[in-house]
């Protein structure tokens, strides 16, 4: 073995050192989403959202270009996609404001107006962009309203339940 264990002198030190060894082999997010469903709505509502974010740009740019070229078909098209863009906004804040942070109970995808926390980070004025990718691409999320960290996982459940 190339790295071994230093041999704990005493129990306290045995028990400090199995715990540190633990808590550092598992993914450290202090928390997670509820349930699969939830996973799954903050997967689908990052996804709507960032797509929303790249069609706005497009919508614009033709209907400028269908202005200027005076081209119905750019304009029809561009309308169709204005269209798409709406039901897409309605939609995204439907299933934005029921997903929740775990620590804070804010809707981290939805449009609260609230203060925000001093860390969180924005792009292009958005704050729900950047949870977005973050939950795309890192498998977790920064509250942009307390600043916790929540990981893209199930949360684990034990296998009983306290009677009363």
């Given at each position: 073995?190339?790295?071994?264990?230093?041999?704990?002198?005493?129990?306290?030190?045995?028990?400090?050192?199995?715990?540190?060894?633990?808590?550092?082999?598992?993914?450290?997010?202090?928390?997670?989403?509820?349930?699969?469903?939830?996973?799954?709505?903050?997967k689908i509502t990052s996804l709507i959202l960032l797509l929303l974010f790249l069609m706005l740009?497009?919508?614009?740019?033709?209907?400028?270009?269908?202005?200027?070229?005076?081209?119905?078909?750019?304009?029809?098209?561009?309308?169709?996609?204005?269209?798409?863009?709406?039901?897409?906004?309605?939609?995204?804040?439907?299933?934005?404001?029921?997903?929740?942070?775990?620590?804070?109970?804010?809707?981290?995808?939805?449009?609260?107006?609230?203060?925000?926390?001093?860390?969180?980070?924005?792009?292009?004025?958005?704050?729900?962009?950047?949870v977005s990718t973050s939950i795309l691409f890192k498998g977790k999320f920064r509250c942009p309203?307390?600043?916790?960290?929540?990981?893209?996982?199930?949360?684990?459940?034990?296998?009983?339940?306290?009677?009363?």
């Amino acid at each position: 073995m190339l790295f071994q264990e230093p041999p704990a002198k005493s129990k306290l030190q045995a028990v400090i050192l199995t715990t540190s060894l633990a808590l550092f082999s598992r993914n450290l997010f202090m928390h997670s989403v509820s349930s699969q469903s939830v996973l799954i709505r903050f997967k689908i509502t990052s996804l709507i959202l960032l797509l929303l974010f790249l069609m706005l740009p497009i919508v614009i740019g033709s209907l400028l270009y269908g202005f200027y070229a005076n081209d119905i078909a750019w304009l029809k098209n561009a309308g169709i996609c204005a269209v798409a863009c709406v039901f897409l906004k309605v939609l995204a804040l439907m299933l934005g404001e029921r997903l929740k942070c775990s620590l804070c109970m804010s809707a981290p995808l939805g449009n609260l107006g609230r203060a925000k926390h001093r860390s969180a980070q924005s792009f292009c004025g958005s704050y729900r962009v950047v949870v977005s990718t973050s939950i795309l691409f890192k498998g977790k999320f920064r509250c942009p309203y307390c600043g916790e960290m929540t990981g893209m996982r199930v949360r684990e459940r034990s296998g009983h339940r306290n009677s009363r």
